[in-house]
Structure formats: structure tokens, C-alpha cells
């Protein structure tokens, strides 16, 4: 019992991930506001919490799993930090549109802060589960578990294309983009 709640946390987890990422497509596909280099590190630090989180849903809870998780939530949080000092001083002007009168820099910083937060308390809830003796192992991964999961690598896909498209084979530029490069350079192959 135990640890099938703690695996349909860890569902519902996921799924405020898998909104993140579309929350985050929707301000680059539709209000056409291309992510920095910070931003794509801020996703991938969403990408990788999730991924423990899939990790646990999928093999059943593991501790290192949600050490991944804290680990890449904390350096994200950190990132999504480094990108508000950025726009602190006086006079510069923040990046992109403002949801709720926060920019997603700001909400990267809360949303990954409370991913660290709930990594941490899922580690200790689960060694208290072990120490115990409640540890036993769930039948298999709760309901829902299947399409959040297809949901997660559609948007991990997504975000590894939009990447490509975004940057090819350079490096990603600090003040952020204006175009798709492979899109509006042409050919891939190009010296």
C-alpha cells in the first residue's frame, strides 16, 4: 500500500511535469517566444526530474531514482535563479511574456524548487517505508501511468527536435533566438 501511493504520486508528478513542457510549447509555438540557452537547460532539468520520476513509475521505487530527481531539480532551480539575477538590475528588461505577473524564468525557479522539496520528502517517506518493513512492491504501475508516460516521451521528442530546429549543430546563444537556424539556414549538410 505504501508504495503504490508513493507510485501514484509520482504519476501525478509526472503529469505537472508533462504540463510544464506543454505550457512551455505553447509560449514557443504560439505566442513565438524561442527558448534561450537557459531555458532549454531549464527544460532539460525538467526533463531529467521527470525521468526519475518514469524510472520509478515504470521498475517501482528505488531511492536513487529519486536522487536523480532531486539532483536535476536542484540544478535546474539553481539555472532558473541565475536567469532571474540576470534581469535583476535596474533597467533590463525581462524575456518573454508574463503568466500570473511571473515570467517562466520565475516559475521554473518555484515549480523545480518544489520538485527538490518533493524528491526529498519522497526519499524520506520511502527509506520510513523500508525501515518499516512496509516496503513490499505494488502489482504494477497505477492507472493513468501508461498515457502520462506516452505523454512524457512525446514531449521529451518534441523538445529534442525543437532543440535541432532551434540551434543544429552550434552551440545555444546566451541572449536567445529570433529564428529557427535549420529552418531558415536550409540545408543541414551545410559547411
Not at 500500500?1 to 509555438?29: E, H, I, K, N, P
Not at 516521451?153 to 535549420?182: C, D
Amino acid at each position: 500500500m505504501v508504495m503504490r501511493l508513493s507510485r501514484t504520486f509520482d504519476v501525478v508528478a509526472l503529469a505537472g511535469v508533462c504540463g510544464t513542457l506543454v505550457l512551455a510549447f505553447y509560449y514557443q509555438l504560439v505566442l513565438g517566444e524561442l527558448p534561450c540557452a537557459l531555458c532549454n537547460l531549464q527544460r532539460l532539468a525538467f526533463i531529467i526530474f521527470g525521468g526519475g520520476l518514469l524510472l520509478n513509475i515504470r521498475y517501482g521505487s528505488n531511492p536513487w531514482n529519486y536522487v536523480m530527481s532531486a539532483v536535476a531539480a536542484l540544478v535546474g532551480s539553481l539555472i532558473s535563479l541565475l536567469q532571474m539575477f540576470v534581469h535583476a538590475p535596474p533597467g533590463t528588461p525581462p524575456t518573454g511574456a508574463a503568466f500570473l505577473w511571473l515570467h517562466m524564468y520565475d516559475w521554473g525557479y518555484i515549480a523545480l524548487t518544489a520538485a527538490v522539496f518533493y524528491s526529498l520528502f519522497s526519499l524520506a517517506y520511502l527509506a520510513n517505508a523500508f525501515m518499516h518493513g512496509k516496503g513490499e512492491e505494488a502489482a504494477g504501475p497505477p492507472k493513468g501511468a501508461a498515457m502520462v508516460t506516452m505523454l512524457f516521451v512525446i514531449l521529451i521528442s518534441a523538445a529534442l527536435v525543437s532543440a535541432f530546429l532551434e540551434n543544429g549543430f552550434e552551440p545555444f546563444k546566451s541572449g536567445g533566438q529570433i529564428h529557427y537556424k535549420m529552418l531558415y539556414d536550409g540545408d543541414v549538410m551545410k559547411p
